[in-house]
């Protein structure tokens, strides 16, 4: 995670201001669910952690990149709502078995740079899970419209920073089928999957 991590330290104010808004599928997935401990997993600028924190009683954000969680801090204390932000791996996330109730883990396991590091991550996200627990999953997919191939595939994307600086990040892009084999070799339990615009998504479940 050492390059990622450096990526978005660099791009962490600019990438925050254009992150300003939650995932419709987040909110929907989201609607009607509390918990007592909810996890933002890759947490970013905490526009997740807040949705979760008018559900939850404590909500924890993890995130490799320390710029993240300064923007994730600020925009607590701007808009008042509690999160816990740590600095932690997704692949070794610092947290007790079963500690938490509901997760969201979107857009950062297609960072990661390898399948093995990738469907660890998946197993740290089931160990974390109180049983009867439930996240929701995303990756970037092939069927984004950006893209022309019918089989996953690692790329790099480039940030355009204000003054015109480049920053490659790594992507692997997942095809759904690949993206159903990396949850069913995990110790998750899938409830459901679906496409929405460009992503992988899965409803899943501690085993």
Do not use: K
């Not at 998946?122 to 970037?140: F, K, Q």
């Not at 790329?155 to 920053?167: A, C, F, I, N, R």
Request: aromatic share 8%; proline share 4%.
């Amino acid at each position: 995670m050492t390059e990622v991590h450096r990526t978005y330290d660099r791009i962490a104010g600019h990438f925050a201001q254009t992150r300003e808004y939650p995932w419709p599928e987040v909110e929907t997935f989201l609607d009607g669910r509390t918990a007592d401990v909810a996890l933002d997993l890759g947490c970013g600028n905490g526009r997740h952690a807040e949705l979760l924190a008018e559900r939850a009683d404590r909500v924890l954000g993890v995130d490799a990149s320390t710029g993240l969680l300064r923007e994730a801090r600020e925009r607590a204390e701007e808009r008042e709502f509690e999160v816990e932000l740590v600095a932690g791996d997704a692949a070794r996330i610092p947290l007790r078995t079963d500690a938490v109730d509901l997760a969201v883990y979107v857009a950062t396991l297609h960072h990661l740079p390898d399948r093995r590091t990738r469907v660890s991550s998946l197993d740290e996200l089931a160990r974390v899970l109180a049983p009867g627990g439930t996240a929701i999953v995303s990756v970037w997919s092939t069927e984004h419209d950006r893209f022309d191939a019918q089989e996953g595939f690692d790329t790099t994307v480039d940030w355009t920073l204000p003054g015109g600086d480049t920053v490659p990040r790594f992507y692997h892009v997942y095809d759904p089928a690949e993206f159903d084999a990396d949850l069913a070799d995990s110790a998750l339990s899938v409830v459901e999957s679906f496409v929405s615009s460009g992503n992988c998504y899965a409803v899943v479940t501690p085993e």
